[in-house]
């Protein structure tokens, strides 16, 4: 069974980088069978698809955030990561990573990380 | 982007009775070459992360009770819980995975009445 478990720090100051990881065990980042995104959440509000990455470290983000993105993967560790620049209090959001499968097409996202809350604030 | 559009915003049905929610996409998600809609149907309970239940806007997820089914083609799709138990209470969302950005419906929350 595959697992996902994000990590990084809860609270990040206006301006700075906010940075996130994502351990998957029960798989494996290097497998050429799969995708692996990052999506957020606003405290009470809805979802938003931050973007994706393969293994082979190509990338797909969405344009809202595409200036201030950055997803990499990092196969030795089996971990993939999240960095957003220049944060702002409309960045607070219970942030999760998932994965997707990858056949002729991708498919949507089957396993999810529990989510963890990142406030940005002063 | 493609814009989704969930209706109800929220949703209050009886024990045993059916639930209805709605999804429309502001350009169609079949593509044409597989004949396959690219819309999914999350369900999101309070403190944790959504679970799939729909792929290709009709195929269960391994797992899902059957009395979830999905429905729908082009930019009009419905999920559907035939009968209505306790643990069926949350947000649920549809998510188009046709084209980036994807994107997902604004959520309709479920509630028993």
């Known amino acids: 069974q595959v697992q996902l478990q994000e990590s990084g720090p809860g609270l990040v100051k206006p301006s700075e980088t906010l940075s996130l990881t994502c351990t998957v065990s029960g798989g494996s980042v290097s497998s050429g069978g799969y995708y692996w995104s990052w999506i957020r959440q606003p405290p009470g509000k809805g979802l938003e698809w931050i973007g994706y990455?393969?293994?082979?470290?190509?990338?797909n983000y969405n344009p809202s955030l595409k200036s201030r993105v950055t997803i990499s993967v990092d196969t030795s560790k089996n971990q993939f990561s999240l960095k957003l620049s220049s944060v702002t209090a409309a960045d607070t959001a219970v942030y999760y990573c998932?994965?997707?499968?990858?056949?002729?097409?991708?498919?949507?996202?089957?396993?999810w990380g529990q989510g963890t809350l990142v406030t940005v604030s002063s | 982007d493609i814009v989704m559009t969930q209706s109800p915003d929220s949703l209050a049905v009886s024990l045993g009775e059916r639930a209805t929610i709605n999804c429309k996409s502001s350009q169609s998600v079949l593509y044409i070459s597989n004949n396959k809609n690219y819309l999914g149907w999350y369900q999101q309970k309070p403190g944790q992360p959504p679970k799939l239940l729909i792929y290709?806007?009709?195929t269960r997820e391994s797992g899902v009770p059957d009395r979830f089914s999905g429905s729908g083609s082009g930019t009009d799709f419905t999920l559907t819980i035939s009968s209505l138990q306790a643990e069926d209470v949350a947000v649920y969302y549809c998510q188009q995975y046709y084209s980036t950005p994807y994107t997902f419906g604004q959520g309709t929350k479920l509630e028993i009445k």
């Open positions: 998932a994965r997707g499968l990858m056949t002729t097409v991708l498919n949507p996202l089957d396993y």
């Open positions: 990455i393969f293994y082979s470290g190509s990338t």
């Open positions: 290709w806007a009709s």
